[in-house]
Protein backbone atom coordinates (compact mmCIF):
# COMPACT_ATOMS: atom_id res chain seq x y z
CA UNK A 1 0.00 0.00 0.00
CA UNK A 2 1.38 3.41 -1.03
CA UNK A 3 0.66 7.28 0.53
CA UNK A 4 -2.99 8.31 0.80
CA UNK A 5 -3.33 11.60 -0.95
CA UNK A 6 -5.54 13.74 -0.43
CA UNK A 7 -6.59 16.97 -2.63
CA UNK A 8 -7.65 18.72 0.48
CA UNK A 9 -8.36 22.62 -0.54
CA UNK A 10 -8.46 23.83 -3.93
CA UNK A 11 -8.70 27.98 -5.05
CA UNK A 12 -9.22 29.60 -8.17
CA UNK A 13 -8.34 32.92 -8.76
CA UNK A 14 -9.12 34.40 -12.56
CA UNK A 15 -9.36 31.18 -13.79
CA UNK A 16 -12.08 30.54 -16.75
CA UNK A 17 -15.95 31.82 -15.23
CA UNK A 18 -14.28 31.62 -11.65
CA UNK A 19 -13.22 34.90 -10.17
CA UNK A 20 -12.21 33.51 -6.99
CA UNK A 21 -13.35 30.20 -5.55
CA UNK A 22 -12.04 28.42 -2.00
CA UNK A 23 -13.20 24.62 -1.71
CA UNK A 24 -12.17 21.92 0.91
CA UNK A 25 -12.89 18.90 -0.79
CA UNK A 26 -13.60 15.46 0.71
CA UNK A 27 -11.32 12.35 0.70
CA UNK A 28 -13.44 10.04 -0.90
CA UNK A 29 -16.40 10.89 -3.44
CA UNK A 30 -16.81 14.51 -4.42
CA UNK A 31 -19.32 15.56 -6.79
CA UNK A 32 -20.03 18.44 -8.83
CA UNK A 33 -23.44 19.62 -10.20
CA UNK A 34 -24.93 22.05 -11.85
CA UNK A 35 -26.29 22.97 -15.49
CA UNK A 36 -24.57 23.25 -18.76
CA UNK A 37 -22.12 26.08 -19.06
CA UNK A 38 -22.30 26.82 -15.35
CA UNK A 39 -18.20 25.82 -15.05
CA UNK A 40 -18.15 22.06 -13.75
CA UNK A 41 -15.30 20.65 -16.29
CA UNK A 42 -13.66 23.96 -15.42
CA UNK A 43 -12.88 22.66 -11.71
CA UNK A 44 -11.68 19.70 -13.63
CA UNK A 45 -9.48 21.18 -15.60
CA UNK A 46 -8.32 23.26 -12.90
CA UNK A 47 -7.10 20.10 -10.84
CA UNK A 48 -5.49 18.50 -14.19
CA UNK A 49 -3.64 21.73 -14.44
CA UNK A 50 -2.16 21.41 -11.26
CA UNK A 51 -1.17 17.92 -11.80
CA UNK A 52 0.80 18.41 -15.29
CA UNK A 53 0.96 21.91 -15.89
CA UNK A 54 -1.29 21.66 -19.26
CA UNK A 55 -4.93 21.82 -19.52
CA UNK A 56 -6.31 18.34 -21.19
CA UNK A 57 -8.52 20.86 -23.37
CA UNK A 58 -7.94 22.37 -26.90
CA UNK A 59 -7.32 26.10 -27.55
CA UNK A 60 -4.49 28.27 -26.09
CA UNK A 61 -3.23 28.97 -22.71
CA UNK A 62 -4.78 33.01 -22.42
CA UNK A 63 -8.48 31.36 -22.77
CA UNK A 64 -7.52 30.27 -19.20
CA UNK A 65 -7.58 33.37 -17.64
CA UNK A 66 -10.86 35.49 -17.46
CA UNK A 67 -11.76 37.58 -19.74
CA UNK A 68 -10.12 41.25 -19.20
CA UNK A 69 -7.77 40.01 -16.30
CA UNK A 70 -3.94 39.22 -16.42
CA UNK A 71 -3.20 36.26 -14.74
CA UNK A 72 -5.10 33.22 -13.12
CA UNK A 73 -3.58 31.34 -10.49
CA UNK A 74 -4.66 27.57 -9.35
CA UNK A 75 -3.58 26.39 -5.83
CA UNK A 76 -4.15 23.01 -3.93
CA UNK A 77 -3.21 21.61 -0.83
CA UNK A 78 -2.39 17.95 -0.53
CA UNK A 79 -1.99 15.67 2.06
CA UNK A 80 0.07 12.67 1.72
CA UNK A 81 -0.29 10.73 4.69
CA UNK A 82 0.85 13.12 7.50
CA UNK A 83 2.79 15.26 5.68
CA UNK A 84 0.80 18.58 3.56
CA UNK A 85 2.56 20.28 0.22
CA UNK A 86 1.27 23.17 -1.45
CA UNK A 87 0.66 23.30 -5.29
CA UNK A 88 0.78 26.37 -7.31
CA UNK A 89 0.56 27.08 -10.63
CA UNK A 90 0.09 30.63 -12.15
CA UNK A 91 -0.69 31.11 -15.60
CA UNK A 92 -0.45 34.49 -17.42
CA UNK A 93 -0.81 35.26 -21.23
CA UNK A 94 2.51 34.09 -22.28
CA UNK A 95 4.65 32.58 -19.36
CA UNK A 96 3.46 30.17 -16.95
CA UNK A 97 5.16 29.32 -13.07
CA UNK A 98 5.00 26.43 -11.09
CA UNK A 99 5.43 26.15 -7.15
CA UNK A 100 5.84 23.67 -4.49
CA UNK A 101 5.57 25.36 -1.22
CA UNK A 102 6.04 28.63 -2.33
CA UNK A 103 9.43 28.08 -4.21
CA UNK A 104 9.26 28.08 -7.78
CA UNK A 105 10.03 25.00 -9.53
CA UNK A 106 11.32 25.50 -13.34
CA UNK A 107 11.90 22.01 -14.57
CA UNK A 108 8.81 20.56 -15.22
CA UNK A 109 9.38 16.95 -14.63
CA UNK A 110 10.16 18.01 -11.33
CA UNK A 111 7.15 19.57 -11.07
CA UNK A 112 4.50 17.15 -12.47
CA UNK A 113 5.65 13.94 -10.34
CA UNK A 114 3.68 15.61 -7.28
CA UNK A 115 0.39 14.89 -8.46
CA UNK A 116 -0.78 12.60 -9.84
CA UNK A 117 -4.45 12.23 -11.95
CA UNK A 118 -6.19 10.18 -14.22
CA UNK A 119 -8.71 12.13 -16.10
CA UNK A 120 -11.49 10.93 -18.09
CA UNK A 121 -13.66 13.43 -20.29
CA UNK A 122 -16.28 12.72 -23.04
CA UNK A 123 -13.87 14.14 -25.76
CA UNK A 124 -11.95 10.50 -24.43
CA UNK A 125 -13.88 8.25 -26.98
CA UNK A 126 -11.31 10.18 -29.40
CA UNK A 127 -8.75 7.88 -27.90
CA UNK A 128 -9.95 4.72 -29.79
CA UNK A 129 -11.58 6.69 -32.57
CA UNK A 130 -9.01 9.47 -33.43
CA UNK A 131 -5.88 9.26 -34.66
CA UNK A 132 -2.54 7.38 -33.35
CA UNK A 133 -0.85 10.91 -32.09
CA UNK A 134 -4.05 11.23 -29.59
CA UNK A 135 -3.15 7.77 -28.05
CA UNK A 136 0.58 7.96 -28.63
CA UNK A 137 -0.50 11.60 -26.32
CA UNK A 138 -2.10 9.47 -23.53
CA UNK A 139 0.61 7.07 -23.21
CA UNK A 140 3.40 10.16 -23.07
CA UNK A 141 1.59 12.36 -20.38
CA UNK A 142 0.54 9.07 -17.80
CA UNK A 143 3.83 7.46 -18.32
CA UNK A 144 5.41 10.98 -17.66
CA UNK A 145 3.66 11.20 -14.53
CA UNK A 146 4.82 7.98 -13.30
CA UNK A 147 8.42 8.13 -14.57
CA UNK A 148 10.82 11.13 -14.63
CA UNK A 149 13.54 9.22 -16.82
CA UNK A 150 10.61 8.80 -19.75
CA UNK A 151 9.90 12.56 -19.41
CA UNK A 152 13.29 13.23 -19.87
CA UNK A 153 14.16 10.80 -22.47
CA UNK A 154 10.85 11.76 -24.58
CA UNK A 155 11.83 15.32 -24.61
CA UNK A 156 15.11 14.48 -26.06
CA UNK A 157 14.27 12.39 -28.58
CA UNK A 158 12.05 15.04 -29.94
CA UNK A 159 14.74 17.52 -30.04
CA UNK A 160 16.60 14.90 -31.77
CA UNK A 161 14.23 13.89 -34.14
CA UNK A 162 13.37 17.89 -35.15
CA UNK A 163 17.28 18.37 -35.93
CA UNK A 164 17.28 15.08 -37.90
CA UNK A 165 14.24 16.08 -40.00
CA UNK A 166 15.99 19.57 -40.60
CA UNK A 167 19.57 17.63 -41.53
CA UNK A 168 17.65 15.50 -43.62
CA UNK A 169 15.84 18.55 -45.73
CA UNK A 170 19.72 20.68 -45.46
CA UNK A 171 21.23 17.60 -47.12
CA UNK A 172 18.35 16.77 -49.68
CA UNK A 173 18.34 20.48 -50.83
CA UNK A 174 22.10 20.49 -50.62
CA UNK A 175 23.29 17.19 -52.11
CA UNK A 176 25.02 16.65 -49.07
CA UNK A 177 26.58 12.66 -49.19
CA UNK A 178 28.66 12.45 -46.31
CA UNK A 179 26.32 10.81 -43.71
CA UNK A 180 28.45 11.27 -40.99
CA UNK A 181 26.30 14.12 -38.91
CA UNK A 182 23.42 12.19 -39.66
CA UNK A 183 25.04 9.05 -38.54
CA UNK A 184 25.48 10.68 -35.40
CA UNK A 185 21.77 12.15 -34.37
CA UNK A 186 20.66 8.65 -35.70
CA UNK A 187 22.57 6.62 -32.98
CA UNK A 188 21.31 9.65 -30.30
CA UNK A 189 17.56 9.02 -31.78
CA UNK A 190 17.92 5.12 -31.25
CA UNK A 191 19.35 5.19 -27.48
CA UNK A 192 16.58 7.46 -26.86
CA UNK A 193 13.56 5.35 -28.64
CA UNK A 194 14.94 2.33 -26.82
CA UNK A 195 13.97 3.95 -23.50
CA UNK A 196 10.65 5.11 -24.71
CA UNK A 197 9.51 1.54 -26.24
CA UNK A 198 10.69 0.09 -22.80
CA UNK A 199 8.66 2.13 -20.64
CA UNK A 200 5.65 1.79 -23.50
CA UNK A 201 5.34 -1.70 -23.26
CA UNK A 202 6.23 -2.18 -19.60
CA UNK A 203 3.20 0.17 -19.24
CA UNK A 204 0.76 -1.46 -21.58
CA UNK A 205 1.82 -4.93 -20.44
CA UNK A 206 0.70 -3.33 -16.39
CA UNK A 207 -2.37 -2.27 -18.37
CA UNK A 208 -2.78 -6.06 -19.75
CA UNK A 209 -3.35 -7.21 -16.51
CA UNK A 210 -6.45 -5.74 -15.13
CA UNK A 211 -8.23 -3.91 -17.77
CA UNK A 212 -9.88 -7.38 -18.59
CA UNK A 213 -10.98 -7.71 -15.05
CA UNK A 214 -12.12 -4.78 -15.05
CA UNK A 215 -13.91 -4.41 -18.36
CA UNK A 216 -16.10 -7.48 -17.32
CA UNK A 217 -17.07 -6.29 -13.60
CA UNK A 218 -18.82 -3.13 -15.73
CA UNK A 219 -19.57 -4.16 -18.97
CA UNK A 220 -20.03 -8.25 -18.59
CA UNK A 221 -17.99 -8.81 -21.90
CA UNK A 222 -14.95 -11.06 -21.51
CA UNK A 223 -11.58 -10.40 -23.12
CA UNK A 224 -10.39 -6.57 -23.06
CA UNK A 225 -6.87 -5.98 -24.00
CA UNK A 226 -4.70 -3.19 -25.57
CA UNK A 227 -1.89 -4.15 -28.43
CA UNK A 228 0.87 -2.03 -28.97
CA UNK A 229 1.54 -1.40 -32.37
CA UNK A 230 5.11 -0.48 -34.35
CA UNK A 231 6.96 -0.26 -37.54
CA UNK A 232 9.70 -3.44 -35.98
CA UNK A 233 6.81 -5.86 -34.92
CA UNK A 234 7.68 -6.73 -31.46
CA UNK A 235 5.17 -7.78 -28.61
CA UNK A 236 7.97 -7.15 -26.14
CA UNK A 237 10.79 -5.45 -24.95
CA UNK A 238 14.46 -6.41 -26.29
CA UNK A 239 16.42 -4.18 -26.34
CA UNK A 240 19.32 -5.41 -28.68
CA UNK A 241 16.58 -6.51 -31.29
CA UNK A 242 14.94 -2.84 -31.04
CA UNK A 243 18.43 -1.71 -31.41
CA UNK A 244 19.50 -3.66 -34.39
CA UNK A 245 16.01 -3.37 -36.25
CA UNK A 246 15.23 0.31 -36.39
CA UNK A 247 19.25 1.04 -37.21
CA UNK A 248 18.35 -1.51 -39.69
CA UNK A 249 15.03 -0.26 -41.26
CA UNK A 250 16.48 3.49 -41.07
CA UNK A 251 19.03 2.62 -42.87
CA UNK A 252 17.56 0.66 -45.60
CA UNK A 253 15.03 3.54 -46.21
CA UNK A 254 17.43 6.11 -46.15
CA UNK A 255 16.51 7.41 -49.40
CA UNK A 256 13.18 7.69 -48.60
CA UNK A 257 13.40 9.76 -45.40
CA UNK A 258 15.64 12.25 -47.54
CA UNK A 259 13.16 12.76 -50.10
CA UNK A 260 10.84 13.51 -47.44
CA UNK A 261 12.87 15.18 -44.86
CA UNK A 262 11.21 13.33 -42.44
CA UNK A 263 12.17 9.74 -39.94
CA UNK A 264 10.19 7.63 -41.27
CA UNK A 265 10.22 4.94 -37.91
CA UNK A 266 10.24 5.13 -34.54
CA UNK A 267 7.73 5.78 -31.27
CA UNK A 268 6.89 9.11 -32.58
CA UNK A 269 5.28 6.81 -35.41
CA UNK A 270 3.58 3.88 -32.82
CA UNK A 271 0.41 3.38 -31.89
CA UNK A 272 -1.73 0.93 -29.83
CA UNK A 273 -5.35 -0.66 -30.29
CA UNK A 274 -7.37 -2.52 -28.27
CA UNK A 275 -9.65 -5.46 -28.83
CA UNK A 276 -12.07 -7.58 -27.34
CA UNK A 277 -10.84 -10.94 -27.78
CA UNK A 278 -9.76 -10.86 -31.40
CA UNK A 279 -12.24 -7.95 -32.72
CA UNK A 280 -10.61 -4.45 -33.13
CA UNK A 281 -12.89 -2.30 -30.60
CA UNK A 282 -12.72 0.64 -33.02
CA UNK A 283 -14.45 -1.41 -35.26
CA UNK A 284 -16.58 -3.68 -33.80
CA UNK A 285 -17.61 -1.93 -30.17
CA UNK A 286 -20.52 0.73 -29.94
CA UNK A 287 -20.43 3.91 -28.75
CA UNK A 288 -20.78 2.66 -24.59
CA UNK A 289 -18.92 -0.36 -25.44
CA UNK A 290 -15.81 2.30 -26.45
CA UNK A 291 -16.83 4.50 -23.78
CA UNK A 292 -16.39 1.81 -21.21
CA UNK A 293 -13.46 0.15 -22.46
CA UNK A 294 -11.65 3.74 -22.17
CA UNK A 295 -13.12 3.81 -18.60
CA UNK A 296 -11.30 0.51 -18.11
CA UNK A 297 -7.86 1.55 -19.32
CA UNK A 298 -8.33 4.42 -17.13
CA UNK A 299 -9.17 2.25 -14.13
CA UNK A 300 -6.24 0.14 -15.04
CA UNK A 301 -3.83 2.84 -14.46
CA UNK A 302 -4.86 3.16 -10.65
CA UNK A 303 -2.78 0.33 -9.16
CA UNK A 304 0.33 0.78 -11.82
CA UNK A 305 0.32 4.93 -10.39
CA UNK A 306 0.36 3.30 -7.31
CA UNK A 307 3.30 1.02 -7.35
CA UNK A 308 5.30 3.32 -9.59
CA UNK A 309 5.14 6.19 -7.24
CA UNK A 310 4.25 4.99 -3.81
CA UNK A 311 1.00 7.14 -4.13
CA UNK A 312 -2.56 7.19 -4.80
CA UNK A 313 -3.86 9.21 -7.56
CA UNK A 314 -6.79 11.09 -7.83
CA UNK A 315 -9.91 9.97 -9.93
CA UNK A 316 -10.89 12.56 -12.37
CA UNK A 317 -14.73 11.48 -13.94
CA UNK A 318 -15.84 14.26 -15.93
CA UNK A 319 -19.59 13.49 -16.92
CA UNK A 320 -19.26 9.82 -16.80
CA UNK A 321 -22.44 8.77 -16.50
CA UNK A 322 -23.97 10.38 -19.58
CA UNK A 323 -24.68 7.50 -22.41
CA UNK A 324 -23.94 4.68 -20.31
CA UNK A 325 -27.39 2.85 -19.47
CA UNK A 326 -28.46 2.18 -16.20
CA UNK A 327 -27.21 -1.69 -15.41
CA UNK A 328 -24.12 -0.41 -16.33
CA UNK A 329 -24.21 2.94 -14.57
CA UNK A 330 -24.45 0.93 -11.34
CA UNK A 331 -21.91 -1.45 -11.72
CA UNK A 332 -19.18 1.03 -12.64
CA UNK A 333 -20.07 3.10 -9.18
CA UNK A 334 -20.03 -0.10 -7.10
CA UNK A 335 -16.19 -0.20 -9.24
CA UNK A 336 -15.47 3.02 -7.72
CA UNK A 337 -14.23 2.41 -4.45
CA UNK A 338 -13.18 4.68 -1.89
CA UNK A 339 -9.37 3.62 -2.09
CA UNK A 340 -8.45 7.06 -4.18
CA UNK A 341 -9.97 10.72 -3.89
CA UNK A 342 -12.67 10.32 -6.79
CA UNK A 343 -13.98 13.92 -8.32
CA UNK A 344 -17.51 13.89 -10.31
CA UNK A 345 -19.09 16.11 -12.59
CA UNK A 346 -22.85 15.52 -13.49
CA UNK A 347 -25.81 17.65 -14.61
CA UNK A 348 -27.67 16.31 -11.54
CA UNK A 349 -28.03 13.79 -9.34
CA UNK A 350 -30.57 11.11 -10.97
CA UNK A 351 -30.05 7.83 -11.05
CA UNK A 352 -27.01 7.69 -9.13
CA UNK A 353 -26.82 4.92 -6.28
CA UNK A 354 -27.77 5.53 -2.67
CA UNK A 355 -24.48 3.99 -1.37
CA UNK A 356 -22.09 6.12 -3.46
CA UNK A 357 -24.11 9.43 -2.61
CA UNK A 358 -23.90 8.39 0.76
CA UNK A 359 -19.97 8.70 1.02
CA UNK A 360 -19.95 11.78 -1.20
CA UNK A 361 -19.58 14.95 -0.77
CA UNK A 362 -21.47 17.84 -2.62
CA UNK A 363 -21.22 20.66 -4.61
CA UNK A 364 -23.46 23.01 -6.57
CA UNK A 365 -22.37 25.08 -9.28
CA UNK A 366 -23.83 28.27 -11.06
CA UNK A 367 -22.00 30.66 -12.95
CA UNK A 368 -18.50 30.74 -11.24
CA UNK A 369 -19.47 29.97 -7.98
CA UNK A 370 -19.42 26.40 -5.82
CA UNK A 371 -21.40 26.25 -2.91
CA UNK A 372 -21.58 22.96 -0.62
CA UNK A 373 -24.59 21.13 -0.22
CA UNK A 374 -25.54 20.31 2.88
CA UNK A 375 -28.20 17.97 2.87
CA UNK A 376 -28.34 15.16 0.48
N1 LIG B 1 -11.48 32.74 -20.03
C1 LIG B 1 -12.75 32.71 -19.62
N2 LIG B 1 -13.29 33.77 -18.97
C2 LIG B 1 -14.56 33.74 -18.55
N3 LIG B 1 -15.39 32.70 -18.72
C3 LIG B 1 -14.92 31.62 -19.35
C4 LIG B 1 -13.57 31.56 -19.84
N4 LIG B 1 -13.39 30.37 -20.44
C5 LIG B 1 -14.56 29.70 -20.33
N5 LIG B 1 -15.48 30.45 -19.69
C6 LIG B 1 -16.87 30.08 -19.38
O1 LIG B 1 -16.89 28.87 -18.65
C7 LIG B 1 -18.14 28.22 -18.92
C8 LIG B 1 -17.91 26.77 -19.30
O2 LIG B 1 -17.56 26.09 -18.20
P1 LIG B 1 -17.49 24.52 -18.19
O3 LIG B 1 -16.95 24.01 -19.47
O4 LIG B 1 -16.79 24.15 -16.95
O5 LIG B 1 -19.03 24.13 -18.12
P2 LIG B 1 -19.71 22.80 -17.60
O6 LIG B 1 -20.40 23.11 -16.32
O7 LIG B 1 -18.74 21.70 -17.59
O8 LIG B 1 -20.82 22.57 -18.73
P3 LIG B 1 -21.31 21.23 -19.47
O9 LIG B 1 -22.32 20.62 -18.55
O10 LIG B 1 -21.96 21.77 -20.70
O11 LIG B 1 -20.13 20.38 -19.75
C9 LIG B 1 -18.79 28.91 -20.08
O12 LIG B 1 -19.85 29.65 -19.58
C10 LIG B 1 -17.70 29.80 -20.61
O13 LIG B 1 -18.18 30.97 -21.17
MG1 LIG C 1 -18.44 20.07 -18.86
Avoid at 80 to 108: A, M, P, S
Avoid at 353 to 370: A, P, R, T, Y
Amino acid sequence: MGKDVILKKLEFIHFRNYKKAKIQLGKDINIFIGNNGQGKTNILEAIYILAVTKSHRFGEQVYLIQKDEELAKVKGSLQKDHTYQELEVDIGKNFKKTYVNQTEIRKISDYITNLNVILFTPDDLDIIKGSPQGRRNLLNIEISQINKHYIQCLNEYNKILKTRNEYLKTMYINHLSDTRYLDILTDKLIKRAIYIYKYRIEFLHKINDSISDIYEKISNYKGLKVVYENSLDFFEFDEEFIEKSLKEKIQRHFERELQQGNTLYGPHRDDFSFYLEEDDVKIFSSQGGQRLAIIAFKLAEIPIFKEKTGESPILLLDDIFSEIDAKKRNRLMNYIKNDVQTIITATDLKNMNKKMLENSKIFEVFSGNIRERMSK
